[in-house]
């Protein structure tokens, strides 16, 4: 709390990951002892076993849980757990009315207003693959270092009683290269994640209404400093379709609104950016809609490019109504 963020992050997710690691290896190399190598047993089953296969299990739960609530931790911010704790402060959606006039290829609000904003109606989902591809890569790392510190046991344990099998040492050493780079990958996305950290934007009503203004909240949380920062309203039509035996999906932007286009500034820990505009949708805009085969899709696009980081983008989706259908649903029933 009192130190650098970054470097605080960084050495707890360590920390955890190290612990469930010497858990792996204390657990295995107590039950191999133990039942695979009667010789060499150094505690008899009874008090001491239990309490030592006790203590190694509890390292390895302990590590995996820090390990991942540290990791995930990374993707959300403190401000919206708060907020999502205390609902009754939020600035509350208006309510619509009869929702079954609206024609089934219109996609409904239900997952787009479920995340209460901190300042405004609603926080936008975010469709961010950062975050699948840091699980995923700390998932196999996590899994594969596990396996090749349990061969590593029995590996070990063979030398100790002088049966040297190569055909697992010859092994090992293609699998501890494998789970080496496993971890490298994983740590240079975890380091790019905390240094670019989270983006939310938060809207002050859905569903949009073609002719209608609505303001934007843009928060950037992070430590670095942006050369460049934009914010866009996209309209995208997808199309699926049959080539032979294939099937395909094309996408094609048919609209596009700068909405900001932002400069050079700094973003340190504690103080997020909170840039706040203003969004119009066209009058004559096509509303949201999805079928079989054919979807309009509208969302809002955050790119930024910032020194020392790579550039990111991150998609906010987001639902226009028809007209005619949004002004029934706002009469009383």
């Excluded at 609206?102 to 996609?107: A, D, F, Y």
């Excluded at 995340?115 to 469709?127: I, Q, T, V």
């Excluded at 063979?158 to 780079?181: C, E, H, M, N, T």
């Excluded at 505009?277 to 509208?298: G, K, R, T, V, Y």
Aim: one cysteine or more; glycine letters at 8%.
């Amino acid at each position: 709390m009192s130190g650098w963020w970054f470097v605080g992050s960084l050495g707890e997710a360590l920390f955890f990951a190290s612990f469930f690691l010497v858990g792996v290896v204390c657990f295995t190399t107590i039950v191999a002892w133990q039942f695979l190598s009667p010789s060499t047993q150094v505690v008899r089953i009874g008090y001491g076993f239990w309490l030592l296969t006790t203590v190694s299990a509890a390292c390895i739960v302990l590590g995996a849980v820090g390990f991942w609530y540290r990791v995930l931790k990374v993707a959300t911010s403190d401000e919206h757990r708060e907020i999502i704790s205390q609902r009754g402060i939020v600035p509350r959606p208006k309510q619509l009315g009869n929702k079954s006039i609206l024609p089934p290829s219109v996609p409904p609000l239900t997952p787009f207003t479920d995340s209460p904003g901190a300042k405004l109606a609603f926080r936008l989902p975010c469709e961010w693959k950062g975050t699948g591809a840091l699980v995923a890569y700390g998932l196999f790392a996590m899994f594969w270092n596990a396996m090749m510190a349990v061969f590593c046991v029995f590996a070990i344990g063979g030398v100790l009683k002088g049966d040297i099998q190569y055909r697992l040492f010859a092994l090992l050493i293609p699998g501890i290269y494998i789970g080496l780079r496993s971890g490298q990958l994983f740590l240079k996305s975890y380091i790019q994640a905390i240094g670019i950290g989270s983006t939310t934007l938060e809207i002050e009503d859905l569903p949009l209404i073609p002719g209608q203004k609505y303001k934007l909240l843009l928060v950037q949380y992070g430590r670095l400093v942006i050369k460049k920062l934009s914010i866009r309203l996209v309209c995208e039509e997808e199309s699926t379709y049959h080539f032979g035996t294939d099937i395909r999906t094309e996408h094609q932007i048919v609209r596009q609104q700068i909405i900001l286009d932002q400069g050079r500034f700094r973003i340190d820990w504690g103080r997020p950016l909170e840039l706040e505009c203003e969004i119009s949708i066209p009058a004559d805009a096509m509303h949201s809609f999805q079928s079989l085969h054919n979807a309009i899709h509208w969302k809002i696009i955050v790119e930024g490019e910032a020194n020392r980081w790579p550039s990111y983008c991150r998609n906010f989706p987001v639902v226009v109504y028809p007209l005619a259908r949004t002004s029934q649903l706002k009469q009383p029933s």
